[in-house]
């Protein structure tokens, strides 16, 4: 079974990964499988654009967890939408050396559920867990992605109403 950990920038990916690692399950990281499929480096966004649909279509499905912002648009059996309150996301992306631009436009997808929208888009809403990681520690999430793997937590998503922390306009 293939689980997809997807979410924007800052709301934990890359964290709640390792630690699902080092409790064994199978990890593959998005930044590992696309350096093949990289068009173009957009340095003024700090961004890589990559041949997304190339890189679904040659993409060998594995047993195990695959993570990255585009891990929704692979065919996997379950996906995990990670989210973070826009204004904490903010705190989150402030060590990174991100221009304000990027960090607004992060806050913004955030703010209007861009990323769990495509992944809806793929998925059938049984198929996917949002969860929430404003107030939880990695190790909480990590603890509820496993039990949503094992089947012991139910799909879930749509309860998440951050339109207040749009900046549009402010
Ligand atoms: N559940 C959490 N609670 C508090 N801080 C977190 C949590 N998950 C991640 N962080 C912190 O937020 C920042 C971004 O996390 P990261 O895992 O790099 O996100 P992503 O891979 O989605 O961009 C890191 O500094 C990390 O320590």
């Given at each position: 079974m293939m689980t997809g950990i997807t979410g924007t920038p800052?709301?934990?990916k890359t964290s709640i990964a390792a630690e699902l690692e080092q409790r064994g399950n199978r990890v593959v990281r998005l930044a590992d499988t696309v350096r093949p499929y990289i068009i173009e480096e957009d340095c003024s966004r700090q961004t890589l654009v990559v041949d997304v649909?190339?890189?679904?279509?040659e993409?060998?499905?594995?047993?195990?967890?695959?993570?990255?912002?585009?891990?929704?648009?692979?065919?996997c059996d379950r996906v995990?939408?990670?989210?973070?309150?826009?204004d904490v996301l903010r705190e989150r992306l402030a060590p990174r050396d991100y221009p304000e631009e990027k960090v607004a436009e992060n806050a913004e997808a955030e703010a209007l559920d861009v990323i769990l929208i495509e992944t809806l888009e793929e998925h059938p809403d049984?198929?996917?867990?949002?969860?929430?990681?404003?107030?939880?520690?990695?190790?909480?999430?990590?603890?509820?992605?496993e039990r949503f793997i094992r089947g012991e937590l139910p799909p879930s998503c749509g309860s998440i109403d951050w339109t207040d922390y749009l900046e549009v306009g402010r």
């Open positions: 800052g709301t934990g649909d190339r890189w679904v279509e993409f060998e499905p594995l047993n195990g967890i695959v993570e990255g912002h585009l891990a929704h648009l692979l065919p995990v939408v990670l989210r973070c309150r826009p049984e198929h996917v867990f949002e969860l929430d990681t404003t107030d939880l520690s990695v190790d909480e999430c990590a603890d509820r992605i």
